[in-house]
């Protein structure tokens, strides 16, 4: 006889009804094999009188179980369990909350599917505790306009003609947003576009897989820095193109490579992070900026240009995209609200001439069949009211104090180990090692002293990307406490390294 009186716990301070709740566990034991078919339940006095629950409670469970198909009553002899059901070894009944046991977490799956190992390493998670991080150049959340991002979402729900906005609407973005962002750009970064252009995406990553997807889609070719946002390569890979790495120096990657290379053969895209190249920071110069447009006129191929932090630009007014002076229809531009506002805002934009915007549109759509209109209209009206412009200002400034401070901190304490330049802008600063030591060993050593360093840096273990001379440390998401206190625990982690060397 099985024994249900241990085996079926019933939680009456559970939201589920007791008589679902029996079902549910008579269910398991069916599925588990305890209850294999053609196997007779319990009567329901007896049921009622082991669990002590109200004999109509177990005959509701029972007529469930019935109507579900997992049992069928054969008149005057009782309840069965079915007998078509497949007979199946009998394991364990899985830990449950009801047994007092933890969940069991499924590790393996048990069917085959294709292991990505380029996209291996994409791992983020929060850090513990009283842990420091210098991140790849992230915003501070803490200083984030949420308020006024929520009252305003608020105004805009209460208003019952933006219901609508909570059914399937453009997959292009809002309108409101599109037009909203049109002005933006075109006042702020001297685009000459339309809403037909804009294309809202869920960030800029999105952008750049859009992007690459219609690009590589049949295995071509994309130039990239030797050093280069390892998302994007990962993006392209994924797409199925090549990456081609050229060099970048101090006036950002070196177009005359990608000249050479289009002599000899044919190229879909060039990535370009125009404004401060990542991972180093450096701008890219004007004739690069010209020549680049011209090659890409002569030779036919896209301009991905990735202005993830045009924002961000302390020493001088911030430098006009390439997209600002393309003439032929070469420059996808691409850009987000997530580094202005904060990550978690997923809303960004791509600005396309309108077949590449329509094309894109419709492979967005089967992958997220739109975005979130609510939010979009949110951040339109905060456009359109100069809030969105009054925080960014806000932030650069704070960024700016931030910048400084751990520039000056990391020259003062630590230029024994490590060499880089004031960014003009951004919010990471680019650190080379002057001694032989290893990014590896000093990011375990520094995790014992409470700092994570979490930048793109030369990662042994990365399976694409070789590793990188230098690493991005952020400040921006640190406040000055925290900067000075990142860089205490920096320096006894390099002066314990020095020992050991
Ligand atoms: C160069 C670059 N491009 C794109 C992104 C993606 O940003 P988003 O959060 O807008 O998707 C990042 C994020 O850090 C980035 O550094």
Redesign the pocket.
Known sequence: MIPYKTIIRLDKKSCTPIYIQLCNQLVQLIKCGVLPPSSKLPGTRWMSDTLRIHRKTVIAAYDELVTQGWTEVSPARGTFVNSLLPIVEQRPIPGEKRTGEALRIQQASGFPFVHRRHLDNTDASFPEEGMIVFD???PDSRIAPIEEIAREYRNVVRKSYNRKHLSYGSVYGNRELREALTDYLNDTRGLHTTPENVLI????????YLSARLLLGQGGTVVVGETN?R??NKVFIESGGKLERIRVDECGIVTDDVEQICRSRKISAVYV?SHHH??TTVTLSANRRMHLLELSKKYHFAIVE?D??YDFHYSNAPILPLASSDSGGNVIY??????IVA?AI?V?YMVAPRDFTDEASRLRRVIDRQGDPLLELTLAHMIRDGEIQRHSKKALKIYHERRNLFCSLLRQKLHRYFDFQVPEGGMAVWVRLRGNYSWNKIKEEALKNGLQIGGSCGDENDPIEPPYPGTRMGFASLNTDEIREALARLEKTMEHIGKLS
């Open positions: 790849d150049g992230i995406t869920r960030g800029s990553q999105m952008g750049i946002y998302s994007a992070t990542h991972p990735d993830y932090d691409i850009g987000a609200l997530c580094k990550p997923r960004g």
